[in-house]
Structures are given as structure tokens and as C-alpha cells.
Antibody, heavy 114, light 112 residues
Framework: EVQLVESGGGLVQPGRSMKLSCAASGFTFNNYDMAWVCQAPKKGLEWVATISYDGSSTYYRDSVKGRFTISRDNAKSTLYLQMDSLRSEDTATYYC???????WGQGVMVTVSS | DVVMTQTPVSLSVAIGQPASISCKSSQSLVGTSGKTYLNWLLQRPGQSPKRLIYLVSKLDSGIPDRFSGSGSETDFTLKISRVEADDLGVYYCLQGTHFPYTFGAGTKLELK
């Protein structure tokens, strides 16, 4: 069974950093592109970033380019999202997902507030 | 960016009745591989999204065949032949052909 378990969320002040992790199990992690998707409170889904199966390619939505970094450790079957220079508008639940083949984590809440 | 226009915003359907949701993209979703990366997802209240359909019309494992997807190029439809209580929630279309990937705004299915 595919399992994706996010961690690392919480309350952070504007301008500070936070790193999310997603531990994967139940599939061969290094065979799949992985993504982060966010959902602001009471809002819809927004794609944040994708990383290729081997980490060689990364893609970001414009609003996070230069501030967020997606990465992976295939030896640990873990996906990361380093979030710097956080803004109040980054407040959301962040999901780790295999968008093209299915499988979502339960999500982790990030609140950016002073 | 590809804009995904999803309609209706909300849908009130009685148990056993059909339902249909439309998703139109601002450009063709046919990729260079010839595949069309159009997914349908359901987010039940308080849960994370779950994929129902991928590549326009392929049902994910465990998804009942009451659900079906159709369409091509820029025009796509999700149909539920007979709505059940377990179907309530918000449905999203997602295009995974062009970066940035984009979602429809969602359709809230409520039971009448």
C-alpha cells in the first residue's frame, strides 16, 4: 500500500524558514516524480512544485520560485520542501503527492503569522 | 498557464440520480507523448484528495464503475451514473501535461 506521511509543519513568523518532509513507503520511491500541492484554508488545490524521479529536474509555480526548494533523498525514500522567506499567503495545508500515478499524503498545516 | 474552468461550482443530487461535471482547459492537454494528463480527484470532507480517474478515462483501482471520464483536447467530463452517499465532497480536475500543473476550482457535490 502506498503511504506518504508529511511532517514538519506548524506556526512560523513571516520571513522565516520551514522544511517539510514526506516519508514514502509501499512503492519504489526512486521510480516516480513527486510533487507538493497546497490548499489554503477553505480554498482549492494549488500545485507548488515537482521533482523528477532522479532529482535532476525541478519545477515551481511562479509565486514560490526563488523561495521554495523541492528535493529528495532516494536512499531514504523521502521528499522535502524547504520554504524560505515565508509570507502570510503561504499559509496552507501542504500535501505530498504522486500526481501522475496517484497517491496523496494526509497533509501538514503551515501557518505563517506573527 | 493553462486555465481549468470547472462547472458547476456546486451540484445537489438525490441518491441514485446521475451527476455530471465539466472541465475545460484553455489549451490542448495532449502532451508530446500523445498522452492527455487529465485527472479527476475527490476530496471528501476532512480528508486529503483521492484520485478517481487518470488519463481522461482510466479508473483508479478500487473506484466503482459508476464513475466515468470522457473528453479530449480541451473539453472533459466526469460522470457519476448513480450517486451514492459516499460520493459527497469536492471534485477537482487536474491537468498534468503543462507546467505549471493546474487544478479546476472544484465542484461541491451535495446530497439532495
Amino acid at each position: 500500500e502506498v503511504q506518504l506521511v508529511e511532517s514538519g509543519g506548524g506556526l512560523v513568523q513571516p520571513g522565516r524558514s520551514m522544511k517539510l518532509s514526506c516519508a514514502a513507503s509501499g512503492f519504489t520511491f526512486n521510480n516516480y516524480d513527486m510533487a507538493w500541492v497546497c490548499q489554503a484554508p477553505k480554498k482549492g488545490l494549488e500545485w507548488v512544485a515537482t521533482i523528477s524521479y532522479d532529482g535532476s529536474s525541478t519545477y515551481y509555480r511562479d509565486s514560490v520560485k526563488g523561495r521554495f526548494t523541492i528535493s529528495r533523498d532516494n536512499a531514504k525514500s523521502t521528499l522535502y520542501l524547504q520554504m524560505d522567506s515565508l509570507r502570510s499567503e503561504d499559509t496552507a495545508t501542504y500535501y505530498c503527492a504522486r500526481l501522475r500515478v496517484g497517491g496523496w499524503g494526509q497533509g501538514v498545516m503551515v501557518t505563517v503569522s506573527s | 498557464d493553462v486555465v481549468m474552468t470547472q462547472t458547476p461550482v456546486s451540484l445537489s443530487v438525490a441518491i441514485g440520480q446521475p451527476a455530471s461535471i465539466s472541465c475545460k482547459s484553455s489549451q490542448s492537454l495532449v502532451g508530446t507523448s500523445g498522452k492527455t494528463y487529465l485527472n479527476w480527484l475527490l476530496q471528501r470532507p476532512g480528508q486529503s484528495p483521492k484520485r478517481l480517474i487518470y488519463l481522461v478515462s482510466k479508473l483508479d483501482s478500487g473506484i466503482p464503475d459508476r464513475f466515468s471520464g470522457s473528453g479530449s483536447e480541451t473539453d472533459f467530463t466526469l460522470k457519476i451514473s448513480r450517486v451514492e452517499a459516499d460520493d459527497l465532497g469536492v471534485y477537482y480536475c487536474l491537468q498534468g501535461t503543462h507546467f505549471p500543473y493546474t487544478f479546476g476550482a472544484g465542484t461541491k457535490l451535495e446530497l439532495k
